[in-house]
């Protein structure tokens, strides 16, 4: 064993007395994991790479006091991409029990904060990214979302500070070009809201879509509909060009349709002119024999002036009065 002169320094004992400490003490620290130069050594290099984003996103946290949003990049982006992955299954358990233990709360802010509703914004953003487009209400869950935020936008219930965020990460999430596929697939996932919150199509007097729905018709009917349109409406609107037959529904599409021939020749039918001029002749036989309801008579009163009004050789005559 070696000694030392006083007053000199042992050079072995002063390395050993700087050596890193135990590693107990290391680990006891929760970031120090953070500034080890590979505190994952031993792991898969994939999992070596995704286990250093999450400490360097924890160390973005840490000096910002809060979780990123879309526009924090890159981790905005990387975390919204990460929720994306758990919510389709594709984040594994060993990755998601990392994430909880050094992102706490990186999956489920508070459903009514702000937090949440920039996290989802955020996931749909990365939606978007991937699809090229903004989604259709078929698209779930960011279809449906996204038109809950557009009626939220039309009540006045969103607030300016989300309705900003909206406009910032997902640009014409509310203002689809007129004309547009986009815009035509929007307009029909709200009416397919309004059929479902009615329970059937719209009628004449159900503005606006009614007249959405009919115009629609009356696209199909001339050949000016394209197929992608026709098969949005067949999946979210099933029916929308065929009620059934007897139904009053049948009937106040067919009426609406008379209507817009009506509007367009600017006088009834005569029963010559197929198909209107014996729709309506028939209409009136059913009105002189008792077999139409009182709501299709007033249903013809309000679309179709005069529809009961018959025509002689001498011209129109009052409709004939029973016995």
């Not at 001498?314 to 409709?319: E, H, I, Q």
């Amino acid at each position: 064993m070696s000694t030392c002169p006083a007053g000199t320094v042992d050079v072995a004992s002063a390395e050993h007395s700087h050596a890193r400490p135990h590693t107990e003490s290391v680990t006891s620290n929760p970031y120090a994991a953070l500034f080890d130069e590979n505190p994952h050594a031993g792991l898969p290099a994939r999992e070596q790479e995704f286990r250093r984003k999450v400490d360097d996103c924890a160390v973005w946290v840490a000096t910002h006091g809060r979780l990123p949003k879309w526009p924090d990049t890159p981790w905005g982006v990387w975390l919204a991409t990460r929720r994306n992955e758990a919510r389709t299954g594709r984040l594994s358990p060993e990755r998601r029990a990392y994430l909880d233990q050094v992102l706490p709360g990186w999956d489920a802010p508070s459903d009514k904060s702000d937090e949440h509703f920039f996290a989802k914004a955020d996931e749909c953003a990365v939606w978007v990214a991937e699809h090229g487009r903004l989604p259709k209400r078929t698209d779930t869950p960011w279809g449906t979302w996204l038109l809950n935020r557009r009626q939220d936008a039309r009540i006045g219930r969103l607030s300016p500070e989300r309705r900003a965020y909206l406009d910032q990460v997902l640009p014409g999430w509310d203002a689809q070009r007129k004309g547009s596929d986009e815009h035509f697939f929007a307009k029909a996932d709200e009416c397919a809201v309004w059929v479902a919150e009615h329970g059937r199509l719209p009628k004449r007097t159900d503005k606006p879509w009614c007249r959405w729905v009919e115009s629609r018709r009356q696209e199909a009917r001339k050949g000016l509909m394209s197929p992608a349109r026709r098969a949005y409406l067949d999946q979210v609107l099933p029916g929308w060009d065929a009620p059934d037959p007897k139904s009053d529904e049948h009937f106040f599409a067919k009426a609406d349709e008379c209507a817009v021939w009506v509007a367009e020749h600017g006088r009834l039918p005569k029963q010559s002119e197929k198909p209107w001029g014996p729709w309506v002749d028939s209409r009136r036989r059913e009105d002189r024999a008792g077999r139409l309801s009182p709501e299709r008579r007033a249903y013809l009163d309000e679309r179709l002036h005069g529809w009961d009004t018959w025509r002689g050789r001498g011209g129109p005559n009052p409709r004939p009065t029973t016995q």
